[in-house]
């Protein structure tokens, strides 16, 4: 009940072309879902963060679409850049368990110039 | 402002020794997580500090502690180190010890464990 799944694990996409990582989740408490971007040597960052009261949130080329009754989400990446280039993990938490992150597998996303 | 940082950047232990890891929330971060990355998995959950006190600990056999100083700073200790350890250690620190979309949890660039 406390998994999170991502697919696909790896993804090539064109540059100009959108990016599209999906994520399942099982457990009905959980209230906050992130999608993090980690570069070679780096530690994860945030890039975009849900609540599942939202359906879609947008940010710059950056779109979470939320579907509460299938318990899934997704991570949309407009006219994908080279510079995208990394691994995408999407997480849930369940404020009751303070700052506890449940991460997906990761998605090493490569765009091609 | 400083993000978080962790050290040492790079540790090489052998099988049996003790390690001790050290992170430096964000100025004015109360809570810090910690997690440990194997290479080509998500991070899984460690501990969670928050003013001080264990608010949260994962799946992880006692050989695993963590504490956190009046600073707010921590320290994640293993000890009986196995092969299985070597891994990436993040930790990771935000204001408040809840996981919610006004209280970003940002990560260090973490600490590279081999265990040999």
């Known amino acids: 009940q406390q998994q999170v799944k991502q697919s696909p694990q790896s993804l090539i996409v064109q540059k100009g072309g959108i990016s599209i990582i999906n994520c399942a989740y099982e457990?009905?408490?959980?209230?906050?879902f992130p999608w993090y971007q980690q570069f070679p040597g780096k530690g994860p960052a945030l890039l975009i963060a849900i609540r599942p009261d939202v359906s879609e949130k947008k940010e710059g080329r950056f779109t979470i679409s939320f579907n509460k009754s299938a318990k899934q989400f997704s991570l949309h990446i407009m006219d994908s850049q080279p510079g995208d280039s990394a691994t995408y993990f999407c997480a849930a938490s369940n404020n009751n368990q303070g700052g506890k992150l449940i991460f997906g597998q990761g998605t090493e996303l490569s765009v091609k110039p | 402002d400083a993000g978080v940082t962790q050290s040492p950047t790079h540790l090489i232990k052998t099988r049996g020794q003790h390690v001790t890891l050290r992170c430096s929330p964000i100025s004015g971060h109360k809570s810090v997580s910690w997690y440990q990355q194997v290479l080509g998995q998500g991070p899984q959950f460690i501990f969670q500090y928050y003013e001080k006190e264990e608010r949260g600990r994962g799946n992880f056999p006692d050989r695993f502690s963590a504490r956190q100083f009046p600073n707010y700073s921590s320290e994640l200790n293993v000890n009986a180190l196995l092969l299985g350890d070597s891994a990436l250690y993040l930790c990771?620190?935000?204001?408040?010890?809840?996981?919610?979309?006004?209280?970003?949890?940002?990560f260090g660039a973490g600490t590279r464990l081999s265990v040999l």
């Open positions: 457990n009905t408490a959980f209230d906050y």
């Open positions: 990771a620190s935000s204001f408040r010890g809840r996981a919610e979309v006004k209280n970003i949890q940002y």
